[in-house]
């Protein structure tokens, strides 16, 4: 009889191959020797397994012509797609961290603001009114394409960044998130291939893993991708989109310069690319950069966002704004998936806080207040050996590699040992390149007890005396 550790691994591969939809009802399994010679384990083992299953009613025999897989209905893991990572670099799993820590934990790794940096007397200002509000308002649901106000607040905004697009060219959404899950279902199918950046904000990949996609990585540079590589990459993938933030890119806080931009959208039309540009970081911009829907005029860019980094992450709403005729399939979908746009309440609130004229200086405020924060930061990890990647112009994140090339996954699993959630770089990278880099959200490093903390973890680091820089001194240009 098999050893029952190798049986179960093949009973596990099977499992998570028809979890992730590698595998669905009807598809024929390997051979018991074919498999046998990919798991590198004896064909009495891989029969065994076949045998389990089938007495699970997850495959069954058919006499002659091999096993396959039930016609019963199967649940769908997101986190079986794709490669099977560590946990500390796993995109679902650092999400649920940063979510599920509390309030009690420090965490620079996580994606927000502290609650007392946000407008909150604003918010409850516009809590106070919403109780006058009319009585359609606090029962109905929200129109198709969500509140008009908000609508035409948006399209003003989007005017004043040079991008004509009037308000049925946006459609509200539940969130962001949401946002971009309506723009994959609307144009991709399992299989597809999308590119997205190398690094990139890593939800974009778990996301992209539910969808069932491809995906490929382009490696990012100062200024926007790196332009031989993605044309390489259009030529031998064919991708059906590219998601990326063209201004302070997530994790990087680098910004797109205007020749790539060009470059990038003549690409896309040359190869008939689709480009979605989330913007969700426009507000901490000192003064406007080159924006891709902008330039391209929404022909084959579509450009998302929200209001959860800038105004509160509680009020869940998201836009769209692409050209006509794909708002009104959106808008199709949006029915089909959550009946209506998004809380008549939620988009209530958010209009007024938007439009009550406190809104301008609180961003004024939280761009003085990040700049001084970044170089405060950027000090303190300097002393640790750490430095940025690039100087960002603006938001809350600085993408720094660790001295000495220490791994920022293992410094993150032990950080979290101590209640201090970190980012390691390997989280937002497809082709896990980024070992020794992480992401620091300044705001959330105000506590001099995290510095304190990463120092000992990396000096505590095997082999941290012998080789790379020491926390404590300055590496050499």
């Given at each position: 009889?098999?050893?029952?550790?190798?049986?179960?691994?093949?009973?596990?591969?099977?499992?998570?191959?028809?979890?992730?939809?590698?595998?669905?009802?009807?598809?024929?399994l390997?051979?018991?020797?074919?498999?046998?010679?990919?798991?590198?384990?004896s064909?009495?083992?891989?029969?065994?397994?076949?045998?389990?299953?089938?007495?699970?009613?997850?495959?069954?025999?058919?006499?002659?012509?091999?096993?396959?897989?039930?016609?019963?209905?199967?649940?769908?893991?997101?986190?079986?797609?794709?490669?099977?990572?560590?946990?500390?670099?796993?995109?679902?799993?650092?999400?649920?961290q940063?979510?599920?820590?509390?309030?009690?934990?420090?965490?620079?790794g996580?994606?927000?603001?502290?609650?007392?940096w946000?407008?909150?007397?604003?918010?409850?200002?516009a809590?106070?009114?919403?109780?006058?509000?009319?009585?359609?308002?606090?029962?109905?649901?929200?129109?198709?394409?969500?509140?008009?106000?908000?609508?035409?607040?948006?399209?003003?905004?989007?005017?004043?960044?040079?991008?004509?697009?009037?308000?049925?060219?946006?459609?509200?959404?539940?969130?962001?998130?949401?946002?971009?899950d309506?723009?994959?279902?609307?144009?991709?199918?399992?299989?597809?291939?999308?590119?997205?950046?190398?690094?990139?904000?890593?939800?974009?990949?778990?996301?992209?893993?539910?969808?069932?996609?491809?995906?490929?990585?382009?490696?990012?540079?100062?200024?926007?991708p790196?332009?031989?590589?993605?044309?390489?990459?259009?030529?031998?993938?064919?991708?059906?989109?590219?998601?990326?933030?063209?201004?302070?890119?997530?994790?990087?806080?680098?910004?797109?310069?205007?020749?790539?931009?060009?470059?990038?959208?003549a690409?896309?039309?040359?190869?008939?690319?689709?480009?979605?540009?989330?913007?969700?970081?426009?507000?901490?911009?000192?003064?406007?950069?080159?924006?891709?829907?902008?330039?391209?005029g929404?022909?084959?860019?579509?450009?998302?966002?929200?209001?959860?980094?800038?105004?509160?992450?509680?009020?869940?709403?998201?836009?769209?704004?692409?050209?006509?005729?794909?708002?009104?399939?959106?808008?199709?979908?949006?029915?089909?998936?959550?009946?209506?746009?998004?809380?008549?309440?939620?988009?209530?609130?958010?209009?007024?806080?938007?439009?009550?004229?406190?809104?301008r200086?609180?961003?004024?405020?939280?761009?003085?207040?990040?700049?001084?924060?970044?170089?405060?930061?950027?000090a303190?990890?300097?002393?640790?050996?750490?430095r940025?990647?690039?100087?960002?112009?603006?938001?809350?994140?600085?993408?720094?590699?660790?001295?000495?090339?220490?791994?920022?996954?293992?410094?993150?699993?032990a950080?979290?040992?101590?209640?201090?959630?970190?980012?390691?770089?390997?989280?937002?990278?497809?082709?896990?390149?980024?070992?020794?880099?992480m992401r620091?959200?300044?705001?959330?490093?105000?506590?001099?007890?995290?510095?304190?903390?990463?120092?000992?973890l990396?000096?505590?680091?095997?082999?941290?005396?012998?080789?790379?820089?020491?926390?404590?001194?300055?590496?050499?240009?």
């Open positions: 009889m098999a050893q029952p550790s190798r049986r179960m691994m093949v009973i596990n591969d099977i499992r998570r191959r028809i979890t992730s939809r590698a595998l669905v009802a009807g598809d024929k390997p051979s018991v020797r074919g498999c046998a010679a990919k798991l590198g384990v064909p009495s083992t891989v029969a065994e397994a076949y045998d389990v299953l089938a007495a699970e009613g997850v495959i069954q025999a058919r006499r002659g012509a091999g096993f396959y897989v039930a016609a019963k209905p199967q649940p769908f893991a997101v986190s079986e797609t794709g490669p099977q990572l560590a946990r500390e670099v796993d995109p679902l799993w650092v999400a649920r940063s979510l599920d820590s509390g309030t009690g934990a420090a965490k620079p996580c994606g927000w603001l502290p609650e007392d946000m407008p909150v007397a604003a918010l409850r200002r809590m106070r009114a919403l109780a006058a509000a009319p009585d359609a308002v606090l029962t109905e649901y929200g129109s198709s394409k969500g509140a008009a106000g908000l609508r035409r607040h948006i399209s003003r905004q989007l005017f004043d960044q040079g991008l004509a697009c009037p308000p049925d060219q946006v459609l509200l959404t539940g969130s962001g998130s949401q946002a971009l309506l723009v994959c279902r609307m144009l991709l199918r399992p299989g597809d291939t999308v590119l997205v950046d190398d690094p990139c904000y890593f939800n974009f990949q778990a996301l992209l893993r539910a969808h069932q996609i491809r995906i490929v990585g382009v490696p990012y540079t100062p200024d926007g790196d332009l031989d590589r993605f044309e390489a990459a259009l030529g031998e993938h064919h991708p059906r989109l590219y998601l990326t933030n063209s201004a302070l890119h997530n994790p990087t806080g680098a910004t797109i310069s205007a020749p790539v931009a060009h470059r990038v959208l690409l896309a039309a040359q190869h008939d690319l689709i480009i979605v540009e989330d913007d969700i970081f426009a507000g901490f911009e000192p003064d406007l950069s080159p924006r891709l829907a902008t330039l391209d929404l022909e084959r860019v579509v450009r998302t966002g929200s209001f959860s980094k800038t105004l509160s992450a509680s009020l869940r709403c998201g836009y769209i704004a692409a050209r006509g005729s794909w708002i009104e399939a959106l808008t199709d979908l949006q029915v089909a998936v959550n009946f209506s746009g998004p809380s008549p309440m939620v988009a209530e609130l958010l209009h007024a806080v938007l439009t009550d004229g406190s809104y200086k609180h961003l004024e405020a939280l761009r003085h207040r990040l700049r001084r924060c970044r170089a405060q930061v950027q303190q990890l300097a002393d640790l050996g750490i940025p990647w690039v100087q960002p112009r603006g938001g809350f994140y600085l993408w720094c590699e660790l001295p000495g090339g220490a791994d920022a996954a293992a410094i993150a699993r950080a979290l040992q101590e209640g201090l959630v970190l980012a390691p770089g390997n989280v937002f990278s497809v082709s896990q390149s980024m070992t020794p880099f620091f959200n300044v705001s959330q490093m105000q506590d001099a007890a995290c510095c304190r903390t990463l120092a000992r990396l000096e505590a680091r095997p082999g941290a005396a012998e080789g790379g820089i020491a926390p404590g001194t300055a590496s050499e240009d």
